[in-house]
């Protein structure tokens, strides 16, 4: 992001120092403890309390309990992870859960800290557009929002002197520059109107660092004379801080930092040296100009100034700055600090340094492009709405342009037929090599595919070892301890997790097998004989479902179905049953419907037997969260995942399909059945 950690910091405190106020002290009983009459809970005390504790990962852990037991609502539990995300850096996770905000109706908002949560959010979430450069998204997401908060009667969303100021802001950047002077007009009215009836010092900073925003915003896009009047209404603002009677000392250091250093940037762009180095000497003094942050974010002055040796100096504390504030190695961050450090260092004749700055950019460079894939995938699945907005608007405007399409198509076509007469002409010249072409093309796809594949389920297969691995290697060390004690409830939890763990590598080595042998097209031999109803038992006992307390499971096996024989392989019979049983447990898991925002009942699968003169049937269905008709045929292929959320290698359907064929039966998706998923598998009764 374009600004420091602590800004953010200081950002989200004061919000949730506004949140915290609703908490008054006239309280009623409630479901949770207490609820106040703005409804401000015993929840959101508990959140509060562990997030001024800055341990933000416990704080996430708590927020998905209090969510869990149903005693925060979906807006509140969006407003406090993303703050908690933004804190630790997961700026693309907080936009994924900002994106849910439109799927929420303000007027269905029952408290005012529901209310208060939505708006800030909202604020938040414009804020981190704009700082990620998609200034059309911004302001498209504030006039949204907007909209819907004038519908409950809430009307200064747009009108508040921060999104004025990001509005601005984006429009600046989008060349509307009258746009952007109306905003910036509207941002200074929401200030006078803030500090006509507010005093506390908070308010002056606030309102203080809204026009500090629009001073760097105009000393950017190289307005001067636009910044000067608002450096001058900041000295106002300063001069009436330290006269009043509830001056801050904090407030007003940061305050005379902020103006000092933009003086300082903007007569430097002037060319007014003497004035820049005044200006920025009067930064220095302050007690925030020493803070690491700050340190780090004045060194460009100093670069422009030519003092590279400062500047070298400044970036000694770099790394501990990164490490301090949770900055991952992206490009992103290689631009913004480790290029100007690698400057720096050079200028100043720091060969070494900047060489070894170098070395760190190369060495991180992978990590960063995939880091830099997997946002970019972030962002495309979180923007795919506007974009289709942005194509119906498009299409709109094709529509009132069509006497203009007609003289194209018209001159098209034209050029088509003379294009089609030459391609007549040539076209058994060159029909062998567009053959040809084609199926490379062809192969070259399926290699590619395959290639994506493959990567994708060397992955999971990391992924899936990895987890029981680290349990294990965990648990051993904790048993391994000297003079440990460990209570007997506490060693046999242990074993069982240890057993648990073992059995899951276990079965990942076996699916690993059968994946192996059903693909060599090994033939299995089938010459055991057993009953369909005590295949369908077998099956049902190792797979374990009946232990699941989640789900009902229920067998339904008719009488003939005990006294007929099927002649198979007992074992891959068995284990094609038991793959569809744990595709079954696995897709109707809480997990698996939070993760697809679907409301449920309690999970049932069932298992029913039929036999004809010639076929046994086996069909296991569920109530999961389902499979889409088009996708009946692609959850069969090898390593294929339709959810990459999802535990497991995407192999187990694959498996269990081969291992039928192969027995010269067959498992399809019932695509009739829409309260789940139903697979049925059939079986000749004599091979």
């Not at 996770?93 to 005012?112: M, N, V, W």
């Not at 567009?434 to 990567?455: D, I, Y």
């Not at 590598?505 to 010459?527: G, P, Q, R, Y």
């Not at 498996?655 to 009739?672: C, E, K, P």
Request: proline content about 2%; some cysteine; charged content about 25%.
């Amino acid at each position: 992001m374009k600004k420091s950690n602590k800004n953010l910091l200081t950002t989200i405190l004061l919000t949730l120092l506004v949140l915290a106020s609703c908490n008054n002290e006239d309280t009623t009983p409630g479901s949770n403890g207490f609820i106040d009459a703005d409804g401000f809970t015993r929840a959101d005390s508990i959140v509060n309390d562990i997030g001024d504790t800055r341990d933000y990962k416990r704080t996430l852990e708590v927020i998905d309990s209090l969510e869990q037991r149903g005693e925060l609502p979906l807006v509140r539990t969006i407003f406090y992870r993303t703050i908690s995300y933004n804190l630790l850096g997961q700026y693309n996770t907080s936009l994924r859960l900002y994106a849910q905000l439109a799927g929420i109706d303000p007027k269905e908002l029952k408290t005012q800290i529901d209310i208060d949560s939505y708006i800030y959010s909202y604020n938040n979430y414009v804020r981190v557009l704009c700082e990620m450069g998609r200034y059309d998204l911004a302001l498209r997401e504030a006039n949204a929002a907007d909209r819907k908060l004038k519908a409950i009667g809430f009307n200064e969303f747009t009108d508040h002197h921060d999104i004025a100021q990001i509005m601005g802001e984006c429009q600046l950047y989008l060349g509307q520059a009258e746009q952007a002077a109306k905003s910036f007009e509207k941002a200074l009215k929401a200030v006078h109107k803030r500090l006509a009836t507010n005093h506390d010092p908070l308010d002056y900073r606030e309102c203080q660092k809204t026009m500090n925003a629009i001073v760097k915003i105009y000393i950017v896009t190289k307005r001067y004379d636009k910044a000067v009047p608002w450096l001058e209404m900041q000295d106002s603002l300063y001069n009436a801080l330290a006269t009043s009677p509830q001056r801050d000392s904090v407030f007003l250091d940061e305050m005379k930092a902020d103006i000092s250093y933009s003086k300082a940037r903007l007569a430097l762009a002037q060319g007014r040296k003497d004035d820049a180095e005044h200006d920025f000497n009067e930064y220095q003094s302050t007690q925030l100009a020493k803070q690491l942050g700050s340190i780090i974010h004045s060194t460009p002055y100093l670069m422009l100034t030519g003092r590279y040796e400062d500047a070298a100096r400044n970036y000694h504390e770099l790394d501990h700055f990164l490490k301090e504030s949770g900055y991952k190695a992206d490009f992103e961050n290689f631009g913004r600090y480790m290029i100007p450090k690698f400057r720096a260092n050079l200028l100043a004749g720091h060969v070494d340094s900047a060489l070894h700055v170098a070395t760190i950019v190369a060495e991180y460079y992978d990590s960063a492009l995939v880091r830099q894939r997997r946002i970019d995938s972030d962002l495309l699945t979180t923007f795919y709405d506007t974009e289709g907005k942005e194509r119906q608007i498009a299409e709109q405007r094709a529509e009132l342009s069509q006497q203009r399409l007609w003289t194209v198509v018209i001159i098209a076509v034209i050029l088509a037929i003379f294009v089609a007469i030459y391609l007549m002409l040539r076209r058994r010249a060159f029909k062998e090599l567009n053959e040809k072409n084609r199926e490379l093309m062809l192969a070259n796809e399926r290699a590619e595919e395959s290639s994506r594949m493959k990567t994708q389920f060397i992955q999971q297969i990391s992924h899936e070892v990895r987890t029981p691995l680290n349990v294990l290697s965990g648990f051993s060390q904790v048993l391994a301890t000297p003079d440990i004690k460990i209570s007997n409830d506490e060693l046999q939890d242990i074993s069982r997790k240890i057993v648990e763990n073992s059995n899951r590598i276990t079965t990942l080595v076996d699916k690993m097998l059968d994946l192996s042998m059903v693909s060599s097209n090994a033939a299995i031999e089938c010459h055991d004989t057993i009953s369909p109803a005590d295949l369908a038992k077998l099956a049902v006992d190792k797979s374990g479902i009946q232990q699941i307390a989640y789900l009902d499971f229920l067998l339904q096996i008719p009488p003939e179905a005990e006294t007929q024989s099927l002649t198979t392989n007992q074992e891959s019979a068995m284990k094609a049953l038991m793959l569809l049983l744990d595709n079954a447990i696995k897709f109707t898991h809480p997990l698996a419907f939070r993760r697809q925002q679907i409301e449920r009942t309690h999970a049932r699968v069932t298992m029913s037997v039929s036999t004809t003169q010639q076929e046994v049937f086996f069909v296991v269905e569920d109530t999961g969260i389902g499979i889409a008709p088009e996708h009946a045929e692609k959850i069969f292929d090898e390593f294929l995942q339709l959810d990459d959320y999802a535990d497991g290698t995407g192999i187990g359907l694959s498996i269990a399909r081969t291992l039928a064929r192969h027995m010269n039966g067959d498992i399809v998706l019932d695509t009739t059945y829409t309260n789940g998923a139903r697979f049925v598998m059939s079986l000749p009764l004599k091979p």
